[in-house]
């Protein structure tokens, strides 16, 4: 299909797309066709590599054949299947992931987007707990598809939604680089955090139920928490009887260096996660996990959570294979050298480049900010849409993130099957765009 013909079934079939979100103008982007490993092609026949994961859903590496082979096998058998009655595939599923997960993490159900499990994990803390009030970060971004999920997304800024859910409101996000009481880490002792609850005390409408944050603010700017964040959040949530829940849709399953992204913050353990994004291998599945205490008290209380293709058989056998994959190729590990590699190249590239303001993240999980005067910290947004087209036009994707508003931060998640050859390429062409701008 060539463009021309792309452009005109776009505009007359497809939905337009919002000029101002990060889709906003991709009739006009290239038109993919293939992928592999790292690399994916467009119509004309250009390879680029890949280093936003598809939409994070390729963190294992687009086509991995293993992936592959049991999409292949499990067609054979099984596709879909009633949520009425038990299957194969989510048996095993369930066990697999169950065995994975740090104790006392250990029930899980399974939904299709990481949007239905954010959903579904709010709606098991407020059964479990009787409490009605979520509170999420300012900069944090939890999906867009339910009325409940854009309501915790601050990130993209609720404004646009023509009404949100009530018993949802924001607490500072701890961003170090550009903090929101003006102090300094960790003399601040954590102001953010302790204005915030005091705050949200005055705030609640009710008995509490939850809080819920990502261990890195991925779409908010690649925002990671300072050391002991988590843990003075976890004891906040303790004094409130609240549960403790983590999003690691984009931070799960070995995308930081470590299994799941909370594992970074020693002494903290959540009351509930999910998991989506590259959990499927590229298929759309998601889970809720939680303890066995807390699952039983929110089914006692008439929980449940399904979709009419959750648990699809097709679907859990991907997922068990990812989980295969991540654990017997050693994900982690490879996300956490790449880490290196990508980390010490840009921090050379800093000391050369002045636009280069922060450089943030964790595994394959990277954010570079872009600020036209370092010590003013002025957002470069313009230099970094020039950037990202210099970097399109040189075989080089990745989206654009920010905070209220700005887009200067350039997030870089390469599948973590990416080879040293390919950082090293993607590093470069990364360098000379920055020099053009």
């Known amino acids: 299909m060539d463009r021309t013909e792309a452009r005109q079934i776009a505009k007359h079939w497809m939905f337009p797309t919002a000029?101002?979100?990060?889709?906003?103008?991709?009739?006009?982007?290239?038109?993919?066709?293939?992928?592999?490993?790292?690399?994916?092609?467009?119509?004309?026949?250009?390879?680029?590599?890949?280093?936003?994961?598809?939409?994070?859903?390729a963190a294992l590496g687009h086509q991995h054949p293993r992936i592959i082979n049991v999409i292949q096998q499990t067609m054979q058998s099984l596709l879909h299947a009633s949520k009425a009655m038990l299957n194969v595939p989510r048996l095993r599923l369930h066990e697999t992931l169950g065995k994975i997960l740090p104790h006392p993490l250990q029930k899980?159900?399974?939904?299709?987007?990481?949007?239905?499990?954010?959903e579904a994990a709010i709606d098991l803390a407020r059964k479990a707990t009787g409490g009605l009030d979520i509170l999420g970060l300012h900069t944090g971004l939890h999906g867009s598809t339910s009325y409940l999920t854009r309501s915790l997304s601050?990130?993209?800024?609720?404004?646009?939604?023509?009404?949100?859910?009530?018993?949802?409101?924001?607490?500072?996000?701890?961003?170090?680089?550009?903090?929101?009481?003006?102090?300094?880490?960790?003399?601040?002792?954590?102001?953010?955090?302790?204005?915030?609850?005091?705050?949200?005390?005055?705030?609640?409408?009710?008995?509490?139920?939850?809080?819920?944050?990502?261990?890195?603010?991925?779409?908010?700017?690649?925002?990671?928490?300072p050391p002991g964040y988590y843990k003075a959040l976890r004891q906040e949530c303790d004094k409130r009887g609240m549960l403790l829940i983590f999003d690691e849709s984009q931070t799960g399953l070995g995308k930081t260096g470590k299994l799941f992204g909370f594992q970074h913050e020693v002494g903290v353990m959540p009351d509930i996660i999910t998991i989506s994004?590259?959990?499927?291998?590229?298929?759309?599945?998601?889970?809720?996990?939680?303890?066995?205490?807390?699952?039983?008290?929110?089914?006692?209380?008439?929980?449940?959570?399904?979709?009419?293709?959750?648990?699809?058989?097709?679907?859990?056998?991907?997922?068990?294979?990812?989980?295969?994959?991540?654990?017997?190729?050693?994900?982690?590990?490879?996300?956490?050298?790449?880490e290196?590699?990508?980390?010490?190249?840009?921090?050379?590239?800093?000391?050369?480049?002045?636009?280069?303001g922060d450089i943030r993240g964790r595994g394959v999980l990277v954010g570079i900010e872009f600020v036209t005067d370092r010590?003013?910290?002025?957002?470069?947004?313009?230099?970094?849409?020039?950037?990202?087209?210099?970097?399109?036009?040189?075989?080089?994707?990745?989206?654009?993130?920010?905070?209220?508003?700005?887009?200067?931060?350039?997030?870089?998640?390469?599948?973590?099957t990416t080879t040293e050859a390919e950082v090293d390429r993607a590093v470069s062409?990364?360098?000379?765009?920055?020099?053009?701008?």
């Open 277 to 338: 994004k590259h959990f499927g291998g590229g298929l759309p599945i998601s889970a809720v996990c939680t303890t066995d205490a807390i699952a039983e008290r929110a089914v006692n209380q008439g929980y449940f959570a399904t979709r009419s293709h959750a648990a699809d058989p097709l679907l859990c056998a991907a997922g068990e294979e990812s989980i295969h994959i991540v654990v017997e190729e050693d994900m982690a590990g490879k996300a956490a050298r790449i």
């Open 154 to 225: 601050f990130a993209w800024n609720r404004n646009k939604h023509a009404i949100v859910a009530p018993a949802t409101s924001a607490i500072l996000s701890p961003h170090c680089y550009r903090c929101p009481v003006g102090s300094t880490f960790p003399q601040c002792e954590l102001q953010c955090l302790t204005t915030s609850m005091e705050l949200a005390d005055a705030n609640f409408t009710s008995q509490p139920a939850a809080f819920i944050g990502e261990p890195i603010l991925s779409a908010g700017g690649v925002i990671v928490p």
């Open 19 to 57: 000029k101002s979100s990060y889709m906003g103008g991709l009739e006009e982007r290239p038109i993919l066709a293939q992928s592999r490993g790292s690399t994916v092609t467009d119509t004309d026949g250009k390879a680029y590599l890949d280093f936003q994961s598809g939409q994070m859903g």
């Open 429 to 437: 062409i990364l360098y000379d765009a920055i020099k053009a701008a």
């Open 375 to 416: 010590d003013k910290k002025t957002p470069a947004n313009a230099a970094v849409q020039q950037i990202a087209q210099t970097c399109l036009d040189n075989g080089l994707i990745f989206q654009l993130r920010g905070t209220q508003g700005d887009l200067n931060v350039i997030r870089l998640v390469p599948p973590m």
């Open 108 to 118: 899980s159900l399974f939904l299709v987007s990481g949007s239905d499990a954010i």
């Open 340 to 356: 290196r590699r990508i980390h010490s190249a840009l921090e050379s590239m800093a000391k050369e480049l002045e636009l280069i």
